[in-house]
């Protein structure tokens, strides 16, 4: 078949912090993408705001640039599509390796390959895509370089890899300097070679050149979508053969199967962070097309004289649900104007995410104000609540659970595979934390750093709720990922939060002098001066079962006067808890309130009577 030798199409995949997103700022400025004198920031490809604060990557993105050769050739554009290394955003790595004709699996010398190197490893191999292994941040004090490559071996063997895909090459690099080298560095210094030459030559190598069949009529396959206030809906898509043009006419092959006419009115390809307009693009191209406004993900453009469809892109089913409603709390509205409350508003935001995100599903509940959200997991929910926040909805949202499946008659559950880094003396902590969640330890290695390392394979509602736990077990020190492993039989019941509520009984202000009396019965999450309401949740009991409090009380005021009312009363600072905590600390009876300015906890069910009598004829 003949091939595009000028085109190389690569994703780079990694788990969470490995530094893809920062190797890519290296090829982009040792490719001259950006001018001598232009202001380039760190991480230029987390554009989000949520990407920058959490330093994670959350969408899959392209970039594109030209390499020249040294020996003087002509130049070859390098698409990059850098995706996500967490699992809970499957559904943007399943497209971004669909786009492309080879990975780079980028692993930190020192971590090795962890639950999301093998979550994303694994697509790549079923995808058989060759894989360039690249080890990362070779200049950390605490690297061990050969360690992780016969771990990463082992992980290739694990996943069933075939002998080709197994005869990777190698590239040690430091992405933050822009070092590569082919000859391996010593433990915790750079490598020999001062530019990314040998990496982008290594690309050039190894990744094939997208290939297409002569005389093939078009076929250009929707991976992605954006939108632009000038041109509306904006189609990523890769060419597999063909070529298209702007102003031509082109079939629209739905995903539902009917083939519609239209028209492209703009063409646009990727130089370096920006899209330039383009006349025409072949085989193997990735372009941005508009003038297709209800086009999807997973649509082909085809020939109007012979359409022939490409495969849907299929991703994992949800593993995590949560309902999204309404706000329907006492304080609705109070936060200013431009607040959107109303359960139509709520509907066109959840509807209009479905668009660009294949790996969540909507469904409706027995309310017509609430709907039940499916996605892959916990972090990914929580990123679309914060997002809708943050463009000024108020919510309702209720503690996350798992999405159950049937099989030969008998109900399964989610299981994830849990890596857990700790100081060896918490070992005996994180057992006890783990055999309360049903956890089962497959392995074990003691590296002789004093570190440890520990595999358990955990069901997904066992860990909701456990990085809080987690984190004050090991005080700070402990390093926990997690990647969906299988569906297993229902283990039972499972009781993951030992303490109580403490939970207001009426509405009104918080007072300092209500909170000194109360914050010897725990952990209090309300500062003074805080409007609540009946049902709010104020604090952590620090006992099993709930407590209504009254924390609106006020001192009386009398006339007399005694010798130690001048002392200064020490108030114990309260426990701010983010959008992700709230929801963790969450029970079945509890719900978290989203407002732009505030995130509560409170009770579904308000009326302190009602909950009594609900919790008389449960234990009937």
Not at 31 to 58: C, P, W, Y
Not at 344 to 371: C, I, M, Q, Y
Not at 432 to 451: I, P
Request: charged share 30%; glycine share 8%; with cysteine.
């Amino acid at each position: 078949m003949p091939t595009r030798n000028d085109i190389r199409n690569v994703a780079i995949v990694a788990h969470v912090d490995h530094g893809k997103t920062t190797l890519v700022d290296a090829m982009l400025k040792q490719a001259g993408a950006f001018a001598a004198h232009q202001h380039v920031d760190d991480r230029v490809m987390d554009s989000n705001d949520l990407e920058r604060e959490k330093g994670i990557t959350i969408l899959a993105k392209n970039t594109a640039v030209k390499y020249h050769p040294k020996d003087g050739g002509d130049p070859i554009t390098i698409n990059i599509i850098d995706t996500p290394g967490h699992a809970d955003f499957g559904g943007e790595v399943e497209r971004g390796l669909s786009m492309v004709d080879g990975v780079v699996l980028l692993v930190d010398a020192s971590e090795g390959p962890l639950p999301q190197t093998r979550f994303v490893l694994r697509k790549a191999l079923t995808a058989k895509l060759p894989v360039i292994l690249c080890i990362n941040k070779v200049d950390r004090p605490d690297a061990r370089i050969a360690e992780v490559v016969d771990e990463t071996y082992e992980l290739f063997m694990d996943l069933d890899a075939t002998e080709e895909q197994i005869e990777f090459p190698i590239v040690y690099a430091c992405a933050r300097e822009g070092h590569a080298s082919l000859h391996r560095p010593q433990d915790g210094s750079l490598p020999d070679n001062d530019t990314l030459e040998p990496f982008f030559q290594t690309v050039l190598d190894t990744i094939p050149a997208p290939s297409y069949e002569s005389g093939h009529p078009l076929q250009a396959h929707v991976t992605n979508l954006d939108a632009s206030n000038f041109l509306g809906r904006i189609a990523l898509c890769r060419i597999h053969n063909g070529t298209i043009r702007k102003g031509q006419q082109v079939a629209w092959c739905r995903h539902d199967g009917s083939v519609e006419r239209v028209k492209i009115t703009e063409l646009l390809v990727t130089e370096a962070l920006e899209r330039k307009p383009a006349t025409e693009a072949g085989p193997g191209d990735i372009i941005a097309i508009a003038g297709i406004p209800e086009i999807m993900i997973g649509d082909t453009l085809a020939d109007p004289e012979d359409p022939r469809p490409l495969p849907l892109i299929t991703v994992d089913e949800p593993a995590i649900s949560m309902t999204i409603g309404t706000n329907t709390s006492p304080l609705v509205g109070r936060g200013g104007k431009g607040h959107k409350v109303t359960a139509r508003l709520v509907k066109d935001r959840l509807d209009r995410e479905l668009v660009g995100n294949v790996s969540l599903r909507v469904l409706p509940t027995d309310r017509p104000d609430a709907w039940e959200v499916q996605g892959r997991g916990e972090l990914a929910l929580a990123i679309l609540v914060e997002t809708m926040r943050r463009e000024g909805y108020e919510l309702t949202v209720g503690k996350p659970q798992v999405v159950t499946r049937t099989i030969d008659g008998r109900r399964h559950e989610p299981t994830e595979r849990l890596t857990i880094d700790a100081p060896e003396e918490y070992l005996g902590a994180i057992t006890q934390l783990l055999a309360v969640r049903k956890g089962r330890m497959e392995t074990m290695t003691n590296h002789g750093t004093g570190w440890i390392r520990m595999e358990f394979v955990v069901p997904s509602r066992g860990l909701i709720g456990f990085r809080t736990e987690f984190l004050t077990d090991t005080r700070g020190t402990g390093i926990a990922h997690h990647v969906f492993e299988s569906y297993e039989p229902w283990f039972g019941e499972l009781r993951t939060r030992s303490s109580g509520s403490l939970v207001a009984d009426r509405a009104g202000s918080v007072t300092a002098f209500a909170m000194m009396n109360l914050q010897e019965r725990g952990v209090l999450f309300v500062e003074p001066s805080t409007e609540v309401y009946e049902g709010m949740i104020v604090g952590e009991n620090s006992r099993s079962d709930d407590m209504d409090v009254n924390i609106t009380k006020e001192k009386k005021l009398t006339n007399m006067r005694s010798s130690t009312a001048e002392e200064t009363e020490k108030l114990i600072p309260p426990r701010k808890l983010s959008l992700e905590q709230a929801l963790e600390f969450c029970r079945e009876d509890e719900c978290v309130e989203v407002t732009p300015e505030t995130v509560r906890i409170r009770k579904v069910v308000l009326d302190q009577k009602e909950r009594g009598r609900a919790l008389a004829r449960s234990k009937r």
